[in-house]
Every structure is written in C-alpha cells, then in structure tokens.
C-alpha cells in the first residue's frame, strides 16, 4: 500500500513518457519523421505491416499507469480530505483510456482494472468507454470546483503544482477534446450535442501549456524523455532515435514556402533551417549523408554531447518540462466547438490565439520565459503578411466551414510537430487535415510511405492491432477480425 500523495506524481511522470511513446510511434504515421537511409531494421514502420507484437508495450505500459490512476480513486474515494487526489486520478485515467480507444478501439474497462480478481476481463464497446470518460470527467471537475475542505495536492502535483482551477480547467479541455472526437459519429454525435448543452464553459479551458516536470536531472533514467530519446543520454552519448528519424519533405513544406512560408517557427523547429535541415520520405532506404551528422534535426541550440545548451524549440534541455497538452490546442479546440456552433464564442479569435500559443511555446526557454529578442504576436503577423493568399493562415479568407475546419486541423498539425502527433494522426483520421493527395509519390503532396502495403486510397493504416500479449492470456475476450488498414476507431472517417 501508498498514500496517493506518493503514487500521483510517479503515475503522472509514467503518463508523460506514455505520451512521448504514443507521439513517437504516431510520428511515422503522419509525417512528422521519416527513415533517413543509412539504418537496418525498418519493417513494419515503413509498410504498415504491423503484428501483434508491434504495440504490446505501449498497451502494457498503459495498462500499468492506469493501474496507479485506479489505486488512488478506490483508495480515495471515501475520504473527502483526498478529494482532489481522486478528481485527478479520474482526469488522468480518462487520459490514458481515450489514448487507448484512440488507436485499439474496444478494450478492457469496466473489467480491466481488477488485476487477480479478473486476469481475463472482457473488452468493452469503444463508444459506451468514451461516454463512461465523460461521465469521469464531469465527476473530477464537481471534485475540482467543489471541495474546498479538502487537502491540496501539494508537491506530488508535477503538472499543475497544486493548482486545482487549473486541473479543472484542464479537466474541461480534455472533455472538450474527447466530444469533438464524438460529434463526428452517428453513433455519439447526440450525446454529444447533450454534454456541450450542459458544458461549464465559465469554468474555462486551459490558457497554459500542461506540463510535467518531476524534476528532470542530467542522470540516466531522470531526464526529459524526449531529449534522452532524440538527443543524449546523460553521459552525452547521440541518441540513435535522433539520428536514425529526420523530418519529412511534408511536413517540412509547412515551413519553407512549398505549402506556407513560416520562417519563425520553422527556425525554432529546424536545425539548419530553411536550407540545411535533413529530410526525406517515408520508406526511401537510400543513404541520407546529410542525416548521419553529429546531432539531431530537432535541436536548434548550441554545443554537443553534455556540452549541449538549453535552447528554445522543440529539445529546449535535459531537464525541460515534457508538454501534454499546448495551450495552442485548447484554442484550436474551441475554434473547432465555436465553428461548428457546439458552443459560443469567436471561431478566428480562438483560431488566431491558437496559432499565436504555438508561437509562444517554440520560442520559450527552458526556464518558461520567451526568449528576449522573440515576440509570438510580433512574428504571427508576420506569418499572416508573408501567406497573403492562404486561408490556412489568414483566417477571414475561409470561405466556408469545411476551408475553416481545413484551416483550424493544419494548424494544429504545425503546432503538435513532433509534440503529440497521436492528437494529430487522429485529427487526421476524423477530418482527413491536414490535406494529403491519395496516392501521390510526390513526397510534399503525402505523408504515406512510398514502401506501403495498406490498400486503402490514401495508402495509411488507421489503427494498431491487439497486443500479443492479450492473444497469449486473454484470447477468449480479444475481438476478432481486425486489420489495420480496414477497422475503423469509431470516430474515423471512412
């Protein structure tokens, strides 16, 4: 046994290298990496030809988190001092469960969590999961906004340092996240419209990126995942990931003037940018010499090994914080809900403030501050300046809800670039944005492999297969007949 004030922060600092673990697989998927040439062993990341065994760590690692979430709800649940302990357990496993549905679809819930009281639970239907999230959600945040005799979390918040308005708030966003997914089928698009009637919009969304930070030192096993994965380990060593992965031709053309000219963010994305920077598509195993330098594309600071400096961007240290949500999401997200009349508010206000966020979040140092010299609004007029013709950029040039929408999920795209490519895949998957030309070898036209094995149009896969693991201890419950390329998530498109 623990108290929750001991497990809460190891579940959250386990959540944030889920999420790099969910956004790196995610990556290859909608063109944030490519192969570079010059490495063995690609198989199934560049054919889509997954097994069994090709996510059944992630699910396990999952499952193991949400095992933490679950302790501290059932051990929390009769004592309102722990009140807030409990609302965020509820916030997190909701987290993990909707990362799951996400790229599995029907899994193990209502039975999933009792460890040897149940080691063969039955997977449950995908849509009554996410109704039964929403349900936690509206839980957590009455806990959040309505406990006020209860302790506060303390230290063992890594994400908010205590704050529970913004645990609420981030509650809310997530919520919103979730009944968007859910708008877009037949099948929950009623209940959705019920839970956005019902929605505390004066609780508000989050206007600060969520972060975590356990305290990230330069030892092995404690940095930012994302820099030990993509630029050194702690005895400085280059990372194979960071030399092995290097951006796509398309998603570069966001950036370089082939699709839009975005040179403020493109600098603080891209080493070497707009000219030097590595890149290639999906499935070319031709040697890339420029890929096989002595650091990794994504790192726009200065120095090598343990001498490398805290920068802005996208690797901004060893000890940064790892983002779980952007500010710049929560925007794009009411954009969306404001567009579509779910709610009310400014559909270009919340679009612009989420490209301006995005701004915000490359051009922070290490220590949360924009770097001096930097200004986000200065350089998001710019960007409008600089694509006069582009309703992707300038807003008013939409003329029509499917260009707004078009223009609300690109964005979102450039914001998440190598951030949370599993929100963007899905995005992708539910809207068909950002825009690809099925079949297309041009490797600024589409993010597919060109080595793809998937028959459908647009050449991707649209999910991941079970694990090994449920097939070798849970085989009576594993749904059968499902394929990557063929079985939809419920909230795809087709």
Avoid: C
């Avoid at 969304?205 to 380990?233: L, M, R």
């Avoid at 920077?277 to 330098?293: F, R, S």
């Amino acid at each position: 046994s623990a108290t929750p004030e001991l497990v809460l922060p190891n579940a959250l600092t386990r959540t944030a290298s889920l999420l790099r673990s969910y956004n790196t697989s995610a990556m290859w998927i909608n063109g944030y990496t490519v192969n570079a040439g010059g490495f063995g062993g690609w198989g199934s990341v560049v054919t889509y030809n997954y097994t069994t065994d090709s996510y059944n760590g992630t699910w396990s690692a999952t499952y193991d988190d949400l095992i933490n979430y679950e302790y501290i709800i059932n051990t929390t649940a009769e004592d309102p001092s722990k009140a807030y302990f409990n609302a965020v357990a509820r916030v997190m496993k909701a987290w993990d469960f909707h990362m799951l549905v996400d790229v599995f679809g029907d899994v193990p819930y209502t039975e999933g969590l009792k460890g040897a009281e149940n080691v063969t639970p039955a997977y449950d239907d995908q849509v009554a999961i996410y109704q039964d999230l929403v349900a936690q959600l509206n839980t957590a945040i009455d806990l959040l906004t309505n406990s006020s005799g209860a302790n506060g979390l303390g230290s063992a918040d890594v994400m908010f340092g205590g704050d529970v308005n913004k645990w609420a708030k981030f509650a809310n966003t997530l919520k919103l996240r979730l009944l968007i997914r859910m708008s877009s089928s037949s099948e929950t698009s009623a209940f959705a419209a019920t839970q956005f009637a019902s929605m505390n919009t004066s609780l508000g969304f989050i206007t600060e990126d969520a972060q975590v930070n356990p305290g990230y030192i330069a030892t092995a096993g404690k940095q930012n995942p994302y820099w030990d994965v993509y630029h050194t380990s702690a005895a400085g060593a280059l990372s194979g990931s960071g030399r092995s992965a290097i951006p796509s031709e398309y998603v570069y053309s966001f950036y370089n003037g082939v699709k839009l000219l975005d040179e403020g963010r493109g600098a603080a994305t891209y080493r070497g940018f707009p000219a030097g920077t590595p890149k290639g598509q999906l499935g070319n195993l031709v040697d890339n010499p420029a890929a096989l330098a002595n650091q990794t594309a994504w790192y726009v600071g200065t120095g090598t090994g343990t001498n490398a400096t805290d920068a802005i961007g996208l690797l901004k240290g060893r000890t940064a914080s790892v983002p779980m949500m952007l500010a710049a999401e929560s925007y794009f997200l009411q954009a969306e809900a404001y567009m579509k009349g779910f709610l009310s508010g400014d559909d270009k206000a919340a679009f612009e403030n989420g490209v301006i966020a995005s701004f915000r979040y490359l051009y922070k140092e290490i220590n949360g501050n924009v770097k001096a010299g930097l200004d986000p609004k200065a350089d998001f007029e710019t960007y409008k300046m600089d694509n006069p013709n582009s309703y992707l950029v300038n807003y008013n040039l939409a003329t029509s809800k499917e260009q707004k929408l078009e223009a609300i999920i690109t964005q979102k795209y450039i914001a998440y670039n190598f951030i949370n490519a599993h929100e963007t895949w899905s995005d992708f998957r539910r809207t068909t944005y950002p825009k690809i030309v099925n079949g297309s070898s041009n490797p600024t036209a589409s993010f597919a492999s060109i080595l793809s094995t998937s028959p459908r149009p647009d050449e991707l896969p649209v999910r991941w297969l079970y694990a090994s693991s449920e097939f070798q201890l849970n085989p009576a419950s594993v749904p059968s007949g499902v394929n990557q390329f063929s079985t939809l998530i419920f909230w795809q498109a087709q």
